[in-house]
C-alpha cells in the first residue's frame, strides 16, 4: 500500500515526499533529460531553477511548471555567467541545495587524428571544464544547505567509446574522475556528489542515434534489455541520487544503460 498525505494543497506519496521545501539547479534544462527533470521535480513539490543557453526555451519551460521556478540564459563554460547565474537563483528561490549538471554537446564525428584543436576545445570546455564551473559556483549554496547533493553527467561512451568521438569520450571520462574527486574534497561539508553514465535514449543528444534505423538496430543489438531508454528512467536515477534514500552514496557513477557497458 502506498502511504499518501496532505501537504499544503499538495498531495505526498512515499515516491515524491522528498522534495518540498528543496531547491533543485538543472542545467542544459531546455530540452531532453533536463526538462524531464525541471517536470519532475517541480510536480513532486521542489522548487526549480533552470540554466541553459537558449534562454527562450528554458523561460518558456519554467511558465509551465507548477511549482517556484527561476530561469537563466547560461553559457556554462564562460565563468562569470554561471557564477551570476546561480545568485540570481539562490536569491529568487531562497538557497539552492541539489545541483544537477546535465549540460553538454557532441560533435561531428570525426576520428581523432581529423579532430581539430578548436572542436576539441568547444567541447571540453562545456562538458567538462562547464560542470566543474557549474559544480564550484554551487558549492557554498550546498555546503550552507547542509544537505548538498550534486549529480553530473557522465555516458557509457566514457568507457566504451564509438568510432569517432575522441574529445566526447574525453570529456566524459573527466567528469567521472571530477565526481570522485569533488565527493573526496566536499564530504566534510555533507555534500555527496555522484554521477549517472547514461546510454542511449531517444532524446537529447541520442535523438540522432533513434532516428536511424541503421544505427538503432546496430545499438539496439548490443542493449541486453533490447530497447533504447526513455528520459523518465534516467530522471528516475536521478532523483534517487538526490533523495534522502542516497544519504551513504557519494562518488559513484551510476550507469543506466540497459547493460550495454556490460560489453
Known sequence: MVWRGVCGRHRVTTETQGFFGRVVVITGASRGLGQVLAQQFSAAGASVGLIARDGVAVKQLAATLPGRAAAVACDVSDEDEVAAAFAHIADTLDGVDTVVANAGIAAE??????????????????????????????????????????????????????????????????????????????????????????????????????????????????????????????ARTVRFLVSPA??????????????????
Not at 246 to 260: E, K
Request: glycine letters at 14%; charged letters at 20%.
Open 246 to 263: 542516497s544519504g551513504y552514496v557519494t562518488g559513484q557513477v551510476i550507469a543506466v544503460d540497459g547493460g550495454y557497458g556490460l560489453g
Open 109 to 234: 564525428s570525426g576520428r581523432g587524428h581529423k579532430l581539430s584543436l578548436d572542436s576539441w576545445r568547444a567541447i571540453l570546455d562545456v562538458n567538462l571544464t562547464g560542470s566543474f564551473l557549474t559544480a564550484r559556483a554551487a558549492y557554498p549554496y550546498l555546503a550552507a544547505s547542509k544537505q548538498g547533493r550534486l549529480v553530473l553527467t557522465s555516458s557509457v561512451m566514457a568507457r566504451l567509446p564509438r568510432r569517432g568521438i575522441a574529445a566526447y569520450a574525453a570529456s566524459k571520462a573527466g567528469i567521472e574522475g571530477l565526481t570522485r574527486a569533488l565527493a573526496v574534497d566536499w564530504a566534510r561539508d555533507g555534500i555527496s556528489v555522484n554521477a549517472v553514465a547514461p546510454g542511449f535514449f531517444g532524446a537529447g543528444l541520442g535523438t540522432a542515434f533513434a532516428a536511424s534505423d541503421r544505427l538503432a538496430e546496430e545499438v539496439s543489438s548490443r542493449i541486453p534489455l533490447d530497447r533504447f531508454g526513455a528520459p523518465e528512467e534516467l
